[in-house]
T-cell receptor, first 112, second 113 residues
Framework: DGGITQSPKYLFRKEGQNVTLSCEQNLNHDAMYWYRQDPGQGLRLIYYSQIVNDFQKGDIAEGYSVSREKKESFPLTVTSAQKNPTAFYLC???????????FGPGTRLTVT | DQQVKQNSPSLSVQEGRISILNCDYTNSMFDYFLWYKKYPAEGPTFLISISSIKDKNEDGRFTVFLNKSAKHLSLHIVPSQPGDSAVYFCAASYTGANSKLTFGKGITLSVRP
């Protein structure tokens, strides 16, 4: 069945290490998004991609990087430059020109 | 500057009663609004949406009302059920925003049996 998968569900890293979060979708959606959620906060947009090989910074892109080499995949790298990387990360996708986004189950990243 | 505001962080209602979740926005360019429901440690799921050309949209127990002049929308859940207990996010977008959504901080709804 179609959907968005994020792996792993929980991820632990030491401070100073880069870590890559996976996001895959088989909905044939053109657009994909990365958000982070912190306690008491809404979802804040990190990066988004409307088509393959193109992506734009969201509101809080500093310390993150992405790639979009395939339509189905939009991995997010949390670099050591991200000052507060511990958060719940959500990936989403949507059809072109549609605002209705479908979300994956999320990855909780803990950096100590 | 927060463009989508959900000023009440939590709401508690009795099972069977109406739940009213409010959302305000400041950007007059917003022309499409959505509500998402989120359980802990899960991704949000789409609930209901409304375009700015309408002032009401209904889907089963869920109704969204839009007051453009007040830049205010509300989600009504009738009757409320314990399974409705979750965090509800209001989100907004506008034509030309490349389908980007701006989210509020969310409201935690608790429905008491």
């Amino acid at each position: 069945d179609g959907g968005i998968t994020q792996s792993p569900k929980y991820l632990f890293r030491k401070e100073g290490q880069n870590v890559t979060l996976s996001c895959e979708q088989n909905l044939n959606h053109d657009a994909m998004y990365w958000y982070r959620q912190d306690p008491g906060q809404g979802l804040r947009l990190i990066y988004y991609s409307q088509i393959v090989n193109d992506f734009q910074k969201g509101d809080i892109a500093e310390g993150y990087s992405v790639s979009r080499e395939k339509k189905e995949s939009f991995p997010l790298t949390v670099t050591s430059a991200q000052k507060n990387p511990t958060a719940f990360y959500l990936c989403a996708s949507s059809m072109r020109q549609s605002v209705e986004q479908y979300f994956g189950p999320g990855t909780r990243l803990t950096v100590t | 500057d927060q463009q989508v505001k959900q000023n009440s962080p939590s709401l508690s209602v009795q099972e069977g009663r109406i739940s009213i979740l409010n959302c305000d926005y400041t950007n007059s360019m917003f022309d499409y609004f959505l509500w998402y429901k989120k359980y802990p440690a899960e991704g949000p799921t789409f609930l209901i949406s409304i375009s700015s050309i309408k002032d009401k949209n209904e889907d089963g127990r869920f109704t969204v009302f839009l007051n453009k002049s007040a830049k205010h929308l509300s989600l009504h859940i009738v009757p409320s059920q314990p399974g409705d207990s979750a965090v509800y996010f209001c989100a907004a977008s506008y034509t030309g925003a490349n389908s980007k959504l701006t989210f509020g901080k969310g409201i935690t709804l608790s429905v008491r049996p």
